[in-house]
């Protein structure tokens, strides 16, 4: 049971079948071969931001807890794997035993991050290593990716409230993810009732177009949520006509109406014109809420709207164009025996163009200016130089097999606040540009 | 359990809380109002296709019907609402006993679909049918978004072999359902061996530059793979210098190796040259599969260059572009009292703009030329014209609550290709373009 989930049975069983089938072959091989136990570094890390972001966003790092901790394969799965010949018996009398022992250290989720920060650092044998390849970059990559287009998107609500109201739009559990990880880059709240169940993230939500279609009038529609959700509710105004629509709200609801929603059309002229008429009929109180395909541009150009609050769907949930990061992981050093004292050989793939990368077990630390602002992102092997000192990002998060990290949402949520109000002014740019800071290797 | 399932334990206990909470007071308003039983008929349809798209595939039907029969509320369930005051007692009392017992109409998974086609037709009280909304659309929108990158990558692909290897760079349950997605679409096996224990699609691998990195010669990992996997292995041939690697491949495995795998570079050129290259060793029998940020537009442009098999993945799991669709479940019709009897009242929204829909409940049927190629989508509400009788689109899915069209994944993976080749050649360009047939309403 993990302390920092409700103790709520969700996903799968076990998450080791979260895998490509050429991680068991490996083992496999490494195995016969007497490599599979060599004392290994994998890293996961990005070669480059998505094109014109200036920052990125680490979340899914609880989950992939949760998912190292459920990794391991029941007998259902072994049986799988016997039928289909996947593997051989040794192999599978190996997996049947597998439990993750090794060390991982990352950067804390809600932390932001550049090209080349190792965001995951997982060190144990090669082969307990290899398996979990996987679902560590399914859930960082997915993650990671709503949070970066959350983040965006609340610099650019300032203060106000962000819904997300995406389920809808994307496959039902990355849905619940996704929901996670918008509340870690500033949402406030979410319509996902699985994600409340799950992560205890606020819920909330207004009424559809159906539940006035439903009705003989829309008046019979408004009277009869207002009569059993209470004056507080938030109203649909816009099945036929929006001025209508707002002159019977506030009839059948009083000035004490909660809030008003819309959906369509012009928003920024329609939130101005609802307003006005909310005012002048003393609903001065009365909240507007907009939605209908809304991302960090359309919200930003609300700004100086009488918006109250956003109900963001399809462009969060989608990355707002960049719906996964290109989080690869690595093998960047390993033992040359499996002695559990033999050194680590720094290694790294030599091919020719951009996907080769660096070898070595990294730190990484982020240089800031007199200010206190960041001015790089500095990665290194070896000892940390003494100026960056305390200005380590990894911290650790699994030791020996168990999980020593855990952490309520909250404090991820928080921290990427103040990340994120660490980086420059020109991080909150919505336009295309370069990572707001520098990648040096030290 | 489900017939077409291997009866394997996956997802969470039931999809019930997979609900945006505006389901839930909705619900609790029209229960109170007495609107809640009046007879609906909610359609899921796209007002569009994604910008440039010929024609949008289903897929994701079976896991709607898997959806609607495990939709209930637990214990623990109904706890959560209680505790978070979601709705009140009645609702609550309403929402443990709920099952669904109306009808479900649909066009059959992996025929073609265009703007306006009714994919999804349900049909019963407005709560129990209301309650269906959000799921039914996580399912279709994602699903579908993912079997029509596959479709248009089988297109460019013509008969070479299609592998799926996107599970690292999506969700981990939304990797699940884009194989199976892509498998509806036209590929042909999946690296995700979840995919492969939950709905028996064929699971490959090949082997990582981890591996290869894990020993202390390129030889050495090639020697121990062969050793473990046999001669039919895929070596990956791209972690130093290619030819050097094709070379100790041969002279390792013998001409018998199964196939390289070239993972970097340009892959036009490196294949052509990994192709002389095995031939001039003998081994013309081995196969060359490529990988590397692949989408239609790579593969089609590799249709000339010696390649057996593609491997695909961010493109494919992300929609090509487009990770989702837009449709959207619309009340088109219900009755005007809670009588069994009462007759149907089309309904629809109102508003201004891009978002009203056409109320009733529809049918569906694509009409053909005098050479059997699709020439429109017709739809319609009352009786279906004679002329195109025996061309209708909807099947039935479920009656009274109980699904009664289970079938095979292979069933709809068979009728994408018969569906899509009754679509103008036109169809299979992959530039963009307008809907390959149009949409009439009779």
Redesign the interface.
């Known amino acids: 049971m993990n302390s920092a989930d409700l103790g709520?049975?969700?996903?799968?069983?076990s998450?080791a079948?979260?895998?490509?089938?050429?991680?068991?072959?490996?083992v496999?091989?490494?195995?016969?071969?007497g490599?599979a136990s060599?004392r290994?570094v994998?890293e996961a890390f990005t070669r480059r931001l998505p094109e014109g972001r200036r920052y990125g966003v680490v979340a899914g790092t609880g989950r992939v807890l949760d998912?190292v901790e459920n990794f391991h394969f029941d007998d259902?799965?072994i049986g799988?794997?016997r039928q289909?010949r996947?593997v051989?018996e040794p192999t599978l009398q190996w997996l049947a035993d597998y439990r993750f022992s090794g060390d991982i250290w990352g950067y804390p989720e809600g932390e932001v991050y550049f090209p080349g920060s190792p965001l995951l650092r997982v060190e144990g044998s090669?082969a307990e290593c290899?398996l979990l390849?996987?679902?560590i970059?399914?859930?960082l990559?997915?993650?990671s990716a709503i949070a970066a287009a959350a983040s965006r998107m609340s610099a650019a609500a300032g203060g106000r409230r962000l819904i997300e109201?995406g389920?809808?739009?994307?496959?039902?559990?990355?849905?619940?993810?996704s929901a996670r990880a918008a509340y870690v880059g500033g949402f406030d709240a979410t319509?996902?009732?699985?994600a409340?169940?799950r992560y205890g993230i606020p819920?909330?939500?207004?009424?559809?177009?159906?539940?006035t279609?439903?009705?003989?009038t829309e008046r019979?529609a408004f009277?009869?949520?207002v009569?059993?959700?209470g004056r507080g509710?938030t109203l649909l105004v816009?099945?036929?006509?929006?001025a209508e629509a707002v002159r019977a709200a506030v009839e059948i609801a009083g000035p004490e109406l909660g809030a008003v929603r819309i959906?369509?059309?012009d928003l920024l002229l329609v939130a101005h014109r609802v307003r006005q008429q909310l005012d002048e009929l003393g609903a001065t109180g009365t909240r507007i809420v907009v939605t209908?395909d809304l991302d960090e541009y359309a919200i930003a150009s609300l700004a100086a709207a009488p918006v109250d609050a956003y109900g963001v769907g399809?462009q969060l949930?989608?990355g707002s164009g960049h719906?996964?990061c290109?989080m690869v992981?690595?093998?960047v050093a390993?033992a040359?025996s499996a002695e559990p004292d033999a050194p680590l050989v720094p290694?790294?793939?030599?091919?020719?163009?951009?996907?080769s990368s660096k070898g070595g077990r990294k730190w990484a630390a982020r240089r800031v200016d007199e200010h206190g602002v960041a001015e790089a992102e500095v990665i290194g092997t070896g000892a940390v130089p003494e100026e960056l000192a305390g200005r380590e990002l990894l911290v650790e998060l699994v030791r020996g097999g168990e999980v020593v990290a855990r952490e309520p949402l909250e404090a991820a949520r928080e921290r990427h606040v103040s990340a994120r109000a660490g980086l420059p002014l020109s991080a909150m740019q919505l336009s295309r540009g370069e990572p707001v800071i520098g990648t040096e290797y030290a």
């Not at 709520?8 to 069983?13: A, L, S």
């Not at 279609?213 to 003989?216: A, E, G, K, N, W």
């Open positions: 709520r049975r969700v996903g799968v069983p998450t079948l979260f895998t490509d089938q050429y991680e068991l072959t490996m496999q091989a490494a195995l016969k071969a490599t060599r290994s994998f998912a259902e799965m799988f794997l289909q996947v051989d090669f290899v390849e996987t679902v970059l399914s859930i990559n997915h993650d109201m389920a809808r739009r994307t496959h039902e559990l990355s849905a619940v993810a319509s996902d009732l699985a409340g169940f819920t909330v939500g207004t009424s559809a177009h159906a539940f279609l439903l009705h003989d019979d009277r009869a949520q009569d059993s959700l509710t816009d099945t036929y006509d929006v959906d369509s059309g209908s399809t949930v989608t719906p996964t290109s992981y690595k093998l390993r040359g290694v790294a793939k030599k091919s020719l163009g951009a996907k």
